[in-house]
């Protein structure tokens, strides 16, 4: 924790962490002689590093002359190509001829284009070139003001493998080792590890010095992170770039290496002499260490980010501090996650003699930790790591594609769902039974001549299946405050309109805690849903669940269940029983058109009056940094109600679909 805090303007990044000026601003006003960019905003760009400079303040980080050589791809290539032509660089073309034709006919020359991260596209059908290229631009531009593209020979099967350097002020450069990045979604990095399960001694060894070759070339100082791209079959490697600055998942090499990279940092800075120093040069590298970024997005819906607030946060190390266990996250019961930056949560860190038991370790500390209130991709990397082939070490770029039965298989609903289900109904059967006035000792649902069972229907997640569960209550006739039903959880699609199901196969007892006792209150952010652990036995077997809830409307609420045994969170959107037939087709026209979160019209794909099928693309929106393309749900002609770079709010028909 910093000793000293300052407000340096709103949450919109412009006014804020890329204002340049308001940072300095703060540094001197706090007479801090040196700056720390951080990971990202403007801990790569030179002319932040030359205004820190000149206001007389350290700027912990490579010279600014480096930042320009390096920091651009383009640049890069060029110095590489000049000054350390050994380091084999990609196929491509950077020229300044920038015209969408040259760049078209360039791509064409090199087979096709592609990259990773931000304004960067893989492009497999000629016909789709000039589009994907102008996309590209656009992405560009709105992320780092330039819509120059650089465009390099795509590889469809590679390793993303990095190699950690520091550099001094008198000309020393040392490698850390790698870092394997190759488990990706969106081009963007899921899963890091250390060391990678791809290199022997020889190709670490070749791969070590093309970076350390590098960073003296540059007379590099500071932390750097020299990228580049493994073909397992030819066991080739190429440059793909240098990151001037300290990387996200340097917290791998920390582990292994038993080094502080920060305080490193802050010596080089200082004008220490690694040399001098002499911990660099015979690092003693130990076991295996991994990590995974926990983020606020939805990996069954493409990874759509999301927002909301974060009703429960206990990470595995919350009790007791675990061995070889690590969190960096700055999150906390009640923290909103916003559209303003981006979706991580917290990084999990684990360290273990071996890969395998580092596999497990993470699995486990995965599962033991609680987040709940907002969607994240927990389920998804809890699979990873018991997936056979990351097990195995034998991965590439196309990890997730290739494994996408495995990573997202075919949900078996209800059953999938049964338990989570079951403490969704415990949980509201708890608040109806506390929020009653009258009649207190009255059972909620209490029927003075029973005519069927009573039910409750939910959807899981966003969009996704309904689930209907029928259930009795059979009281707590010993006053053991120990309630007790019989329930069923079937596919709602396969009920029948108002009939009972044969029979009650689920055995149920609820354990009443102190959960039964909370209310809904008010609160400055609306109504605030309860929340709380829940202890039952299902069929016998006790189990424990967290639950929270979270009140968007009056007949709209979400229940969060985290599971203890899955080790995950499922979201059941509680459905409005009475809402009639016609609204909730109105609903089916409307809900998938709707801004889930503050967000920014992109471009119009089918502007009105376009007559589209089934998945075809409507709108691209950007939220939380990330651009999401808007599909149809079914045939019909488009009513369009954005319009291009347009600023809106969440819960705002962006358009309809009409029958035709």
Same mark, same amino acid.
Request: proline share 2%; with cysteine; aromatic share 8%.
């Given at each position: 924790m910093a000793d000293e805090a300052y407000h340096i303007g709103p949450s919109i990044a412009s006014e804020s962490y890329l204002n340049g000026n308001k940072l300095i601003a703060v540094a001197q006003r706090s007479g801090a002689d040196a700056l720390h960019p951080g990971y990202g905003f403007l801990s790569e760009n030179a002319d932040f590093a030359d205004q820190v400079i000149q206001a007389g303040i350290n700027f912990i980080g490579p010279d600014p002359d480096n930042i320009r050589t390096i920091g651009d791809k383009i640049a890069a290539k060029v110095f590489i190509q000049q000054n350390a032509p050994s380091i084999p660089l990609i196929p491509g073309y950077n020229g300044e001829d920038q015209s969408v034709d040259r760049l078209e006919q360039e791509a064409k020359r090199i087979a096709s284009a592609?990259? /990773?991260?931000? *304004?960067?596209?893989?492009?497999?059908?000629?016909?789709?070139?000039?589009?994907?290229?102008?996309?590209?631009?656009?992405?560009?531009?709105?992320?780092? *003001? !330039?819509?120059?593209?650089?465009?390099?020979?795509?590889?469809?099967?590679? &390793?993303? $493998?990095?190699?950690?350097?520091? /550099?001094?002020?008198?000309?020393?450069v040392y490698h850390i080792n790698e870092r394997d990045c190759s488990i990706q979604r969106r081009h963007q990095k899921v899963v890091e590890e250390t060391p990678s399960p791809a290199l022997d001694d020889d190709l670490r060894k070749s791969m070590t010095n093309a970076a350390v070759e590098l960073g003296r070339k540059l007379g590099y100082v500071g932390a750097g992170t020299a990228e580049f791209i493994l073909d397992e079959k030819t066991r080739k490697f190429y440059f793909l770039e240098l990151n001037t600055r300290l990387q996200v998942e340097h917290p791998i090499t920390e582990a292994i290496s038993g080094l502080d990279l920060v305080e490193l940092q802050l010596l080089v800075?200082?004008?220490?002499?690694?040399?001098?120093?002499? =911990?660099?040069?015979?690092?003693?590298?130990?076991?295996?260490?991994?990590?995974?970024?926990?983020?606020?997005?939805d990996p069954d819906h493409d990874f759509a980010p999301r927002t909301g607030i974060i009703h429960r946060w206990s990470p595995a190390n919350a009790t007791q501090p675990l061995p070889g266990v690590r969190f960096d996250t700055g999150v906390e019961d009640?923290?909103? =996650?916003?559209?303003?930056?981006? !979706?991580?949560?917290?990084?999990? =860190? $684990?360290?273990?003699?071996?890969?395998?038991?580092?596999?497990?370790?993470?699995?486990?500390?995965?599962?033991?930790?609680?987040?709940?209130?907002?969607?994240?991709?927990?389920?998804?990397?809890?699979?990873?790591?018991?997936?056979?082939?990351?097990?195995?070490?034998?991965?590439?770029?196309?990890?997730?594609?290739?494994?996408?039965?495995?990573?997202?298989?075919?949900?078996? %609903?209800?059953?999938?769902?049964?338990?989570?289900?079951?403490?969704?109904?415990l949980f509201d059967w708890s608040l109806r039974r506390n929020g009653q006035v009258h009649l207190r000792n009255i059972q909620p649902g209490w029927r003075n001549v029973?005519?069927? %069972?009573?039910?409750?229907?939910?959807?899981? /997640? %966003?969009?996704?299946?309904?689930?209907?569960?029928?259930?009795?209550?059979?009281?707590?006739?010993?006053?053991?405050? &120990? %309630?007790?039903?019989?329930?069923? $959880? =079937?596919?709602?699609?396969?009920?029948?309109?108002g009939e009972d199901v044969s029979e009650l196969p689920i055995s149920i007892v609820l354990f009443e805690n102190d959960l039964l006792k909370e209310k809904e209150i008010a609160s400055p952010r609306g109504i605030t849903g309860c929340k709380g652990l829940l202890r039952c036995t299902i069929d016998g077997s006790q189990q424990h669940f967290y639950v929270a809830e979270d009140v968007k409307d009056i007949n709209e609420k979400s229940v969060f269940v985290h599971d203890f045994i899955s080790g995950y969170q499922v979201e059941l959107v509680k459905l409005d029983r009475h809402k009639s037939k016609a609204a909730a087709s109105e609903d089916d026209r409307v809900t998938p058109y709707t801004s889930s979160m503050p967000c920014r019209i992109l471009k119009i794909l089918a502007p009105t009056g376009t007559v589209v099928k089934k998945n075809s693309p409507l709108l691209s929106i950007e939220s939380m940094k990330t651009e999401v393309k808007i599909l149809s749900r079914h045939e019909g002609v488009v009513t369009m109600r954005v319009e291009e770079n347009q600023l809106v709010d969440a819960r705002v028909l962006l358009c309809s679909v009409d029958e035709k």
């Open positions: 592609g990259g /990773g991260g931000k *304004g960067m596209r893989a492009v497999y059908e000629t016909s789709k070139l000039k589009e994907e290229i102008e996309a590209a631009k656009g992405e560009s531009l709105r992320a780092f *003001g !330039s819509d120059k593209l650089l465009i390099e020979k795509y590889f469809e099967s590679i &390793r993303h $493998v990095e190699i950690q350097i520091f /550099g001094d002020k008198y000309g020393n800075a200082q004008g220490a002499n690694l040399k001098d120093l002499g =911990i660099l040069d015979n690092i003693r590298f130990q076991g295996h260490a991994i990590e995974v970024r926990l983020c606020a997005e009640g923290s909103e =996650i916003s559209i303003y930056y981006d !979706s991580m949560v917290a990084k999990v =860190i $684990v360290h273990a003699p071996t890969r395998q038991e580092a596999v497990r370790r993470m699995a486990t500390v995965l599962a033991r930790t609680v987040i709940v209130g907002v969607t994240t991709n927990q389920k998804f990397l809890i699979s990873i790591m018991n997936n056979p082939r990351f097990q195995s070490g034998t991965f590439d770029t196309n990890f997730i594609t290739l494994e996408e039965q495995c990573l997202f298989p075919t949900p078996k %609903h209800p059953e999938d769902v049964k338990n989570s289900v079951v403490a969704a109904l029973q005519w069927r %069972h009573q039910r409750l229907n939910f959807a899981v /997640g %966003h969009g996704g299946r309904e689930a209907q569960i029928q259930y009795d209550y059979l009281g707590d006739s010993e006053n053991t405050k &120990r %309630h007790l039903f019989r329930a069923q $959880v =079937i596919d709602k699609e396969a009920a029948k309109q």
